[in-house]
């Protein structure tokens, strides 16, 4: 099953687009590598346009602005792979088996990062943060899978010494949602984001006046019931054998958030790291 890449992308939006940001567009499709080089003073001059001119059109074409669209450009002009998945067999050889898992999660890694919205990124970290410094409740909900990737955004915060919990029991999910209020921040993932106990625990939460962060698939249910959407579209379906791709980059979408906040947190987090490993070392053979 394909998927669109950038310079797709931006061939198919020619028509919808301005007359001025279709001459920004051409100027991308003549020079790709070029284009994510230049300054957006050359980059108006080339293309006959203004400077806002340049970042309306990486807005129009799903970008957060230029820096974020040059970015991504030039990942995705000179990494070389292709975002296609391709569906293991029943008849496949390991070797097959072997290249098809990597390719599959190198692309959708790749694809993700062409495509994620960094301002989403953002704003769940604000959010984070905001209850961190409250001393607010901040809660990880999963099911199945999702329910261990949860249990593992639960890890990831501990140890930068914030309070957090992992519920992967629908009912408990419920009737934590259900003491949440304004302040806290629970962040809930999901493959399909169609799991009933899933959507009722978020629609509980955002309606008592929690933060509700999902990472999922876009137009699914449980997207539309996050105050916060982090987008984790791929091409592999959840009903052919286990979840492989989705589950590496739920991983990596929370890596990513824990990475924001801890550098937000600051220097008084390196101290507390070190001595955390330093009361570890005990726990290892020499």
Known sequence: MGAISLIDRIK????????????????????PRLFAKLPISELALRAGVSKPTVVRFCRSVGYDGLTDFKLKLAGSVSEGVPFIHRSVDADDKTADVMVKVIDNTVAAFLKYRNDASSVAIGRATDALLSTYHAGKRIEFFGVGNSGIVAQDAQHKFFRLGITSIAYSDGHMQVMSATLLGP????????????????IDAAGIARKNGATTIVITVTGSPLAAAGTIHLAADHPEGYDRYSPMVSRLMHLMIVDILATCVALRIGGKLQLMLQKMKDNLRSKRYA
Do not use: F, K, M, Y
Request: aromatic share 0%; charged share 20%; with cysteine.
């Open 12 to 31: 198919a939006s020619l028509p919808s687009l301005a007359p001025a940001e279709q001459r920004v567009a051409q100027l991308v499709l003549a020079d």
């Open 183 to 198: 302040g806290d921040c629970v962040l809930v993932i999901s493959n399909s984001g169609r799991t009933r106990d899933l």
